[in-house]
């Protein structure tokens, strides 16, 4: 079987998004659906047949989130001993040598990743490129635009 890894924070932003729509949205769904019918006929009934793509889309996201639970393989890196390297679920800072900007990342599974909040995914290049890595190391980063150094500056396990 082929595991996922998923932060703690991961985990449980899926559980309380499964949450929601098991208690609060499919319930919903289903009085719309009721109400709706009750307007008479199905054929030209546009808020029912609304109200069912809606259905189809929460029951769709419903398994979705299951089956990504199903497959998680949880890490909580605060449980990890710190051996100094660049691992899933690390906080990397970094040193942007050509521009010496420097940038704080957090290596986290495919569905966690936003950019905008700093935390790429395990599969980014990026994070591909310094998974191992010790402070100090440079890690070469291959883009679009030409390759991209970083230094390692600090390798934080939170």
């Known amino acids: 079987m082929n595991y996922t890894p998923m932060t703690v924070r991961g985990a449980e932003k899926l559980r309380e998004e499964l949450d929601y729509l098991k208690t609060v949205q499919r319930p919903q769904i289903i009085e719309a659906i009721a109400d709706a019918r009750e307007h008479g006929d199905l054929k030209e009934n546009a808020e029912y047949h609304a109200a069912r793509e809606q259905q189809g889309f929460c029951e769709g996201r419903i398994q979705e989130i299951e089956a990504k639970l199903s497959n998680a393989h949880v890490i909580d890196v605060t449980k990890v001993t710190n051996n100094g390297r660049v691992i899933f679920g690390s906080t990397v800072t970094l040193l942007k040598l050509d521009s010496e900007e420097e940038v704080v ?35 070469i980063v291959k883009t679009p635009a030409g390759d991209v150094e970083y230094e390692i500056v600090d390798i934080a396990y939170i």
Do not use: C, F, M, W
């Open 105 to 139: 990342y957090r290596i986290v599974g495919d569905d966690e990743s936003d950019i905008k909040h700093n935390l790429i995914s395990v599969n980014s290049p990026i994070a591909r490129a310094l998974v191992g890595k010790e402070v100090d190391d440079v890690a």
